[in-house]
């Protein structure tokens, strides 16, 4: 299926999103759509399968004009999109979701589970999933939901298949798999339009490359005839330098101890510490338990023992408020459900975790607050219209930024960041890695847990390395390599641990 998409121009309440924008798809290609987050990605192809509708421009599939008026129209003309937000029903089983509004009945019009339940089943195994039929989806892995999405765009053969940060919380051998499906499927005629911040999958996966920045059309590259440095100056207008800024941090004294914390079931026997202006990496594969470490840490997760130490003093962390009122602070993976409430404003956010700040007797102290929000904006770079501005209108990165802001004024001796620049364009990450240099500069120990292995590599002194629920192995600064981290991470053994 050949798409065309030309002078494509939308906004929202007069607010102008995409501005004479265009997309070319060939046959059976893997296209990558790339931009900053707010670049107006994902609205293009919610027009191409009429979640939106178009202020002007056309579109053309296979030489014909066409216009869709929701996406039920586009899936039967072959097009699918997999959102990044899944589109499940939790409370259902997979094969439930995977059918839902499509079931296939027998002659007495009486659900034949037992077809679909089959059906489902050669899906799955053409996709190396090794998921129940009968599983409820909350029983799932975010990335076994993932997975179960792109499932249900198999069902339908589709001709052209959208994604939209397909890999962001899929493990590695779950990754490794889509890949091999997103190659097959293009052996078969398929078109993929992969959208994606990780430069590495696009260069590894891709055939071509369009650009969009600030609702443009920028270009298209053969990705065979470009490279990382030419993909980012299209994306952000300018040239971004050295992807991680250089650390040039004296790191100091033994600031944070974690003393064989255990938690049945989930880890055990973790042990580690953490210097003044020291970034520890946590490195690990998906469900290592990296996030049940820190959660634990930060006073989240029940049945914990162990002891943990701030500057030498024992601490007890029984929920997130102590862990807090202790001076740990915890930026966590998933900003859109727990770092932040999306619907308020930007200042809201960032007062509600500083109230101790900017009150007393209970009483709130505006000029206080307006200051302190103000500097947050100014400091860390926040592209909004104000502080009044609403969360769930700022870009992914922008929407970060407030989270670091709000945790920057609790002014925590350790600082957790779970998975700092999910979902960010390459642009806002490298602004974040600064952000992370400055508060280490500043003598704040940081522990940094992420599934982005170049991440770890550019941004740690030290890495740990999580298996299993268990510390594989520390690797120092000089020595850490993509190699020597999944060694340790599957299990191996390496530079003596």
Same mark, same amino acid.
């Given at each position: 299926?050949?798409?065309?998409?030309?002078?494509?121009?939308?906004?929202?309440?007069?607010?102008?999103?995409?501005?004479?924008?265009? /997309?070319?798809?060939?046959?059976?290609?893997?296209?990558?759509?790339?931009?900053e987050?707010?670049?107006?990605?994902?609205?293009?192809?919610?027009?191409?399968?009429?979640?939106y509708?178009?202020?002007?421009?056309?579109?053309?599939?296979?030489?014909?004009?066409?216009?869709?008026?929701?996406?039920?129209?586009?899936?039967?003309?072959?097009?699918?999109?997999?959102?990044?937000?899944?589109?499940?029903? /939790?409370?259902?089983?997979?094969?439930e979701?995977?059918?839902?509004?499509?079931?296939?009945?027998?002659k007495?019009?009486?659900?034949?589970?037992?077809?679909?339940?089959?059906?489902?089943?050669?899906?799955?195994?053409?996709?190396?999933?090794?998921?129940?039929?009968?599983?409820?989806?909350?029983?799932?892995?975010?990335?076994?939901?993932?997975?179960?999405?792109?499932?249900?765009?198999?069902?339908?053969?589709?001709?052209?298949?959208?994604?939209?940060?397909?890999?962001?919380?899929?493990?590695?051998?779950?990754?490794?798999?889509?890949?091999?499906?997103?190659?097959?499927?293009?052996?078969?005629?398929?078109?993929?339009?992969?959208?994606?911040?990780?430069?590495?999958?696009?260069?590894?996966?891709?055939?071509?490359i369009?650009?969009?920045?600030?609702?443009?059309?920028?270009?298209?590259?053969?990705?065979?005839?470009?490279?990382?440095?030419?993909?980012?100056?299209?994306?952000?207008?300018?040239?971004?330098?050295?992807?991680?800024?250089?650390?040039?941090?004296?790191?100091?004294?033994?600031?944070?101890?974690?003393?064989?914390?255990?938690?049945?079931?989930?880890?055990?026997?973790?042990?580690?510490n953490v210097?003044?202006?020291?970034?520890?990496?946590?490195?690990?594969?998906?469900?290592?338990?990296?996030?049940?470490?820190?959660?634990?840490? /930060?006073?989240?997760?029940?049945?914990?023992?162990?002891?943990?130490?701030?500057?030498?003093?024992?601490?007890?962390?029984?929920?997130?408020?102590?862990?807090?009122? +202790?001076?740990?602070?915890?930026?966590?993976?998933?900003?859109?459900?727990?770092?932040?409430?999306?619907?308020e404003?930007?200042k809201? +956010?960032?007062?509600?975790?500083?109230?101790?700040?900017?009150?007393?007797?209970?009483?709130?102290?505006?000029?206080?607050?307006?200051?302190?929000?103000?500097?947050?904006?100014?400091?860390?770079?926040?592209?909004?219209?104000?502080?009044?501005?609403?969360?769930?209108?700022?870009?992914?990165?922008?929407?970060?930024?407030?989270?670091?802001?709000?945790?920057?004024?609790?002014?925590?001796?350790?600082?957790?960041?779970?998975?700092?620049?999910?979902?960010?364009?390459?642009?806002?990450?490298?602004?974040?890695?600064?952000?992370?240099?400055?508060?280490?500069?500043?003598?704040?120990?940081?522990?940094?847990?992420?599934?982005?292995?170049?991440?770890?590599?550019?941004?740690?002194?030290?890495?740990?390395?999580? +298996?299993?629920?268990?510390?594989?192995?520390?690797?120092?600064?000089?020595?850490?390599?993509?190699?020597?981290?999944?060694?340790?991470?599957?299990?191996g053994?390496?530079?003596?641990?």
């Amino acid at each position: 299926m050949k798409i065309k998409m030309s002078g494509i121009n939308k906004a929202f309440g007069g607010n102008p999103v995409l501005q004479n924008a265009g /997309f070319e798809l060939n046959d059976g290609e893997i296209h990558a759509l790339m931009g900053e987050n707010g670049a107006g990605k994902s609205t293009l192809m919610k027009i191409l399968t009429g979640v939106y509708t178009k202020d002007a421009g056309e579109i053309f599939v296979d030489g014909n004009e066409v216009c869709y008026k929701n996406p039920q129209e586009a899936e039967k003309a072959g097009i699918v999109f997999i959102h990044q937000e899944l589109n499940v029903l /939790f409370d259902m089983t997979v094969e439930e979701n995977m059918y839902l509004g499509k079931e296939i009945v027998n002659k007495f019009g009486v659900c034949d589970k037992a077809a679909m339940r089959a059906e489902v089943k050669k899906i799955l195994d053409v996709l190396g999933v090794d998921i129940e039929p009968s599983e409820k989806m909350d029983m799932l892995s975010i990335g076994q939901q993932q997975m179960i999405e792109i499932a249900k765009a198999l069902m339908v053969d589709a001709k052209v298949i959208i994604m939209d940060e397909p890999t962001a919380a899929l493990t590695q051998k779950e990754t490794e798999v889509l890949f091999k499906v997103v190659r097959s499927l293009k052996e078969k005629g398929v078109s993929i339009v992969y959208i994606s911040h990780r430069m590495e999958e696009i260069f590894e996966l891709c055939d071509r490359i369009t650009i969009l920045r600030d609702g443009q059309y920028i270009g298209t590259r053969l990705i065979s005839e470009t490279d990382m440095t030419e993909v980012v100056k299209m994306m952000i207008g300018r040239e971004i330098g050295e992807r991680y800024p250089e650390r040039d941090v004296k790191t100091g004294d033994v600031v944070f101890n974690v003393e064989d914390l255990n938690c049945p079931g989930v880890f055990s026997n973790i042990s580690f510490n953490v210097r003044a202006g020291e970034v520890l990496g946590v490195a690990g594969l998906m469900g290592a338990g990296r996030t049940e470490i820190m959660q634990s840490i /930060f006073g989240n997760m029940p049945n914990v023992t162990g002891r943990v130490f701030i500057e030498g003093k024992e601490i007890h962390n029984k929920s997130p408020e102590q862990a807090m009122k +202790n001076g740990i602070g915890f930026i966590t993976e998933d900003r859109k459900t727990e770092g932040l409430m999306l619907e308020e404003s930007i200042k809201r +956010n960032i007062s509600l975790t500083n109230l101790n700040r900017i009150s007393k007797h209970g009483i709130l102290n505006r000029k206080d607050e307006n200051e302190m929000v103000k500097k947050g904006i100014e400091e860390l770079h926040i592209r909004c219209t104000g502080p009044d501005h609403s969360c769930n209108e700022l870009s992914g990165g922008n929407q970060q930024k407030v989270v670091f802001s709000k945790w920057i004024f609790t002014n925590p001796k350790v600082l957790i960041l779970d998975e700092p620049t999910r979902g960010v364009d390459i642009g806002a990450k490298k602004e974040i890695y600064s952000i992370i240099n400055d508060l280490a500069a500043q003598g704040v120990a940081i522990i940094m847990v992420s599934s982005e292995l170049p991440e770890i590599l550019g941004m740690s002194d030290r890495v740990m390395v999580i +298996n299993e629920g268990k510390i594989g192995g520390f690797i120092d600064r000089n020595e850490a390599n993509q190699e020597n981290v999944m060694i340790l991470a599957t299990g191996g053994q390496n530079n003596g641990n």
